[in-house]
């Protein structure tokens, strides 16, 4: 065979190849969002979900020129999951009502008080609770390192709860009536600590979740056996030194193929200033 005989073989262009991923997750993220108001609206659309995001993942298969490990079937099951899961935010949301005075969500549309963390595409939505905007976004189950916050941004939100649908918090300013800090501490009962050789500080034991400050960073599997060890759903870390915190909730294993493959970053602590 001539050398002359030998297809051309053209170089990938890198930059091409980070924008088409970045309009790909924009795409994404423009879906779930819709799908959050829809249900706050008290509808839902699969089919136009599906062929947004599918006219969305055509181009970027195209653009990767099939590099790419995601196919048409991750987009159902993805859009099948955060329809659910934003249906399981409104039921937690509802089920607040008995608490408190008043419980009313507010349009996902807009972001009336800021949590300033970041949790992936899942759109979560302001909840005025007797006049006090709090946040609340799905709880992701099997997600490693998803919710963290926004390094040098203002203060970020204070969870208040969290259980297997809802993560609840309370936005930097916001400042809940005596009475309605009475009603939470009812909703969320009593708490404590403990304590575990390996970890340098108590472990604060909360309703459904841990807590606790680390000078290191506490590996992940050691996590999830205390997760487990205690019944948690989430445990969050904050890391004082390094300005950030994150909510464990579990393992990325079963989280769904295309949030995986597009979002989840194992060079997350590069990206947070973990070796700065």
């Given at each position: ?14 930059n ?28 839902s ?82 909840v ?38 809802i ?71 904050g ?38």
């Open positions: 065979m001539k050398p002359s005989d030998i297809p051309e073989q053209r170089p990938y262009d890198m091409g190849l980070v924008e088409a991923r970045r309009e790909f997750e924009e795409a994404i993220k423009n879906t779930m969002h819709r799908i959050a108001i829809d249900t706050y609206m008290g509808s659309e699969p089919e136009q979900y599906r062929e947004a995001l599918s006219q969305a993942f055509e181009r970027y298969f195209n653009n990767m020129k099939g590099a790419t490990n995601s196919s048409p079937s991750d987009i159902e099951e993805l859009i099948t999951a955060e329809i659910n899961r934003q249906r399981s935010l409104y039921s937690s949301i509802e089920a607040l009502k008995p608490h408190f005075d008043s419980v009313k969500p507010l349009d996902p549309a807009y972001i009336y008080a800021d949590p300033y963390w970041s949790h992936g595409p899942s759109y979560g939505v302001n005025e609770i007797n006049g006090t905007r709090f946040y609340a976004l799905p709880r992701v189950p099997c997600s490693t390192d998803e919710y963290v916050t926004v390094k040098q941004a203002p203060v970020p939100a204070n969870i208040v709860l969290i259980n297997h649908d993560i609840l918090m309370l936005p930097y300013r916001e400042d809940p009536s005596d009475e309605t800090r009475l009603q939470l501490n009812k909703l969320l009962g009593t708490s404590g600590k403990v304590t575990e050789e390996d970890i340098h500080e108590p472990i604060h034991i909360q309703k459904n979740y841990l807590w606790v400050h680390s000078d290191e960073k506490i590996d992940d599997h050691r996590i999830n056996q205390l997760m487990e060890k205690y019944g948690a759903d989430a445990f969050m870390v890391y004082p030194a390094r300005n950030i915190a994150i909510i464990y909730t579990g393992t990325e294993e079963t989280m769904e193929r295309l949030w995986k493959s597009t979002y989840f970053d194992r060079e997350i602590w590069r990206r947070y200033g973990w070796y700065e």
